[in-house]
């Protein structure tokens, strides 16, 4: 038998977000997000579904933590959502709010499961959006006093802090694309949002420090994807690199070498102005963990008929797809060591992994899911290929503990362990739940 074993201590985790799970949209004293806005809008969600209640985890965490506990997860990732603890998003503080998340914190402890606790997974209070949202600079004060509230709280016994979920997808898919909330399509307006991000992200890592007294590690986690060229034409290799730098190198130059790619091109220079200010990067630049979060590639071609960035996105034939993206498991391989070459001295984790797969209940009560066993078998041994080659991966996180609402998607793609029944709440562990407790126990993949 061939078995890829991990290190030592390796982190095994699941994540969930706290708009995708908790339902409880209007309860004890919870504020209204840009994400309630743009779910009860019309048209903006698939079957104009919401997440008033999605998973009801706000009323049933306990009975998901002992699932968790069940599976052997070492740590969860989860999100406090910023309008159930600061409804107006700044000034008065929500106790009720709070509390759940004190209670969450003691029954993972408790429970011998790591907390990570990570401040902003997209539901920011609909008032801040209100004000101009993340284009407006302002907000960074906003979300620095919302972390110290947070931290001040929970850091007695929280040492793994998130600031931010995949800002690249805040600011462009919801200030460019329109598709996430809210709905804005501004290229000028998403630079602006990615860039307060990230100021957001040194500002609360600087509160996290002065809050909490014992040693902690902050980090953020960023969607990523290897760019690759439909062909080797020359105009096909630079459209990749194009692509490469408004993915990739917009959110890890700032992050790990204290540059903008948008200081460099002319086409970002025109649309940014001025918003990089003195100071902001070595604010920005400050990082005890990075998250990889990867899914999929992209591969680009160039392509006149799209004016201004002049690239288009090719799905590749053979390959395997799921409900939302190619399946590409080198690709973790890839991401991981372009992310290393970067010589990053914080810790390195892929903190998102998973596949959309639309899970049926069997007559006999289990979920198969062959498909997603498969999807993770093969990233997770691509992991194990970059720690081989050096690359000092500390954990891999599964997206997602249970099938939540998948934002613009709605509930159709599934991506949990756990099976919810979405008319009765019930939970039942998928085949793959159970795959993932054995590799956790076997510290590793046993083929
Ligand atoms: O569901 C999302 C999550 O909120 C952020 N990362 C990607 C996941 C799958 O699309």
């Known amino acids: 038998m061939n078995t890829l074993t991990f290190p030592k201590n390796f982190i095994w985790g699941v994540a969930t977000s706290s708009y995708q799970i908790e339902g409880a949209w209007n309860e004890d004293g919870r504020g209204v997000s840009i994400w309630d806005t743009f779910s009860h809008t019309p048209g903006k969600v698939v079957n104009n579904e919401n997440a008033d209640v999605a998973a009801d985890h706000y009323h049933r965490w306990k009975e998901d933590i002992a699932l968790m506990s069940e599976l052997g997860v070492k740590a969860y990732r989860f999100s406090t959502a910023w309008p159930r ?169 700032p992050l790990l070498k204290g540059t903008s790619p948008i200081q460099e091109s002319a086409i970002a220079k025109i649309l940014t102005g001025k918003i990089i200010q003195a100071g902001d990067l070595e604010k920005i630049r400050q990082l005890d963990i990075l998250g990889v979060n990867y899914y999929s590639r992209a591969v680009m071609k160039h392509d006149s008929k799209f004016p201004v960035v002049n690239v288009a996105q090719v799905q590749p034939e053979g390959n395997e797809y799921s409900g939302m993206w190619e399946i590409y498991p080198e690709g973790m391989y890839g991401i991981l060591k372009q992310v290393w070459s970067y010589q990053p001295t914080c810790e390195l984790m892929v903190t998102e992994n998973g596949v959309p797969v ?50 613009n998607l709605g509930y159709g793609q599934r991506f949990g362990l756990v099976y919810v029944d979405w008319k009765t709440q019930k939970r039942i562990v998928k085949d793959s739940g159970r795959w993932f407790a054995k590799v956790i126990q076997a510290n590793g993949l046993e083929e």
Not at 145 to 152: F, P
Not at 181 to 200: E, F, R, T
Request: aromatic fraction near 10%.
């Open 85 to 253: 603890i600061v409804p107006d998003g700044t000034g008065k503080v929500n106790k009720k709010g709070l509390d759940f998340y004190d209670r969450i914190v003691d029954e993972l402890l408790k429970r011998k499961i790591e907390p990570y606790v990570c401040l902003f997974h997209w539901d920011l209070p609909q008032v801040l959006q209100d004000k101009g949202g993340w284009p407006n600079r302002e907000i960074t004060n906003h979300f620095a006093e919302y972390t110290r509230v947070v931290a001040g709280r929970l850091g007695d016994r929280v040492t793994t802090w998130f600031t931010h979920n995949e800002p690249w997808v805040t600011a462009f898919v919801g200030y460019f694309l329109g598709e996430h909330a809210p709905g804005k399509k501004d290229i000028g307006a998403a630079v602006k949002a990615l860039h307060h991000i990230l100021l957001s992200h040194g500002l609360a890592s600087d509160v996290i420090r002065s809050e909490v007294k014992h040693p902690v590690k902050i980090g953020i986690t960023l969607n990523l994807n290897p760019v690759h060229p439909a062909t080797d034409s020359k105009k096909d290799r630079e459209a990749a690199e194009r692509v490469d730098m408004f993915m990739n190198r917009i959110v890890l130059d």
């Open 358 to 407: 639309p899970d049926g209940v069997d007559f006999d009560g289990r979920v198969r899911d062959e498909r997603r066993i498969r999807y993770l078998r093969n990233h997770i041994a691509q992991v194990h290929r970059a720690i081989e080659d050096g690359i000092p991966v500390k954990g891999y996180f599964h997206w997602s503990m249970m099938d939540n609402f998948e934002w």
